[in-house]
T-cell receptor
Framework: GNSVTQMEGPVTLSEEAFLTINCTYT??????LFWYVQYPGEGLQLLLK?????DKGSNKGFEATYRKETTSFHLEKGSVQVSDSAVYFC??????????????FGKGTKLSVIP | EAGVAQSPRYKIIEKRQSVAFWCNPI?????LYWYQQILGQGPKLLIQ????????DSQLPKDRFSAERLKGVDSTLKIQPAKLEDSAVYLC??????????FGPGTRLLVL
């Protein structure tokens, strides 16, 4: 079955540091890949996505490239801010035989950015 | 455009009691999902609706959980009777039918 593995957290960085959160996946077929962010006390918000190999998703300074050869979708940001403190989830969406889209999530990585 | 609405936001009950959660998806979204998110884990799909029909409920503990989506719009998720391990955040998401899902703020359930 499908699975997503994220780097363990928590991750603590100083403001303006470079961020990488690793994500690898196992899937049959050709999944779409996502990063969702969850701020304290809130639901998940879509951060970025990529739907095919070599696509780069980007939003709010974050970016991730769909690497089919390494089955990875690592999240990066060049300079983090305190406001980026949140839990980040990597996910994949595949189309099972029923013809519907379902998300499989990683366990999440908590990021704390200190001034 | 209004987002996915959920209520209540918080609920505390004792084990063996029953509880219900409500979700109103984004207008026009045919697909609705309920997820369970246990502390420290990623969301796990419980049930998926397409309009008012069930697409997948294979991970729904049907001995105690039930869900419905009347008229293909709002949905309710019920737990009866609740167990301690049901303490979690219950997330509702909707989709226009493609891979991107839009999530509500969730209902945080604590079972004592």
């Amino acid at each position: 079955g499908n699975s997503v593995t994220q780097m363990e957290g928590p991750v603590t960085l100083s403001e303006e540091a470079f961020l990488t959160i690793n994500c690898t996946y196992t899937a049959t077929g050709y999944p779409s890949l996502f990063w969702y962010v969850q701020y304290p006390g809130e639901g998940l918000q879509l951060l970025l996505k990529a739907t095919k190999a070599d696509d780069k998703g980007s939003n709010k300074g974050f970016e991730a490239t769909y690497r089919k050869e390494t089955t990875s979708f690592h999240l990066e940001k060049g300079s983090v801010q305190v406001s980026d403190s949140a839990v980040y989830f990597c996910a994949l969406s595949d189309v099972p035989g029923a013809g519907s889209y379902q998300l499989t999530f990683g366990k999440g990585t908590k990021l704390s950015v200190i001034p | 455009e209004a987002g996915v609405a959920q209520s209540p936001r918080y609920k505390i009950i004792e084990k063996r009691q029953s509880v219900a959660f409500w979700c109103n998806p984004i207008s026009g979204h045919a697909t609705l999902y309920w997820y369970q998110q246990i502390l420290g884990q990623g969301p796990k799909l419980l049930i998926q609706f397409q309009n008012n029909g069930v697409v997948d409920d294979s991970q729904l503990p049907k001995d105690r959980f039930s869900a419905e989506r009347l008229k293909g719009v709002d949905s309710t998720l019920k737990i009866q009777p609740a167990k301690l391990e049901d303490s979690a955040v219950y997330l509702c998401a909707s989709s226009p039918g493609k891979e991107t899902q839009y999530f509500g703020p969730g209902t945080r359930l604590l079972v004592l």
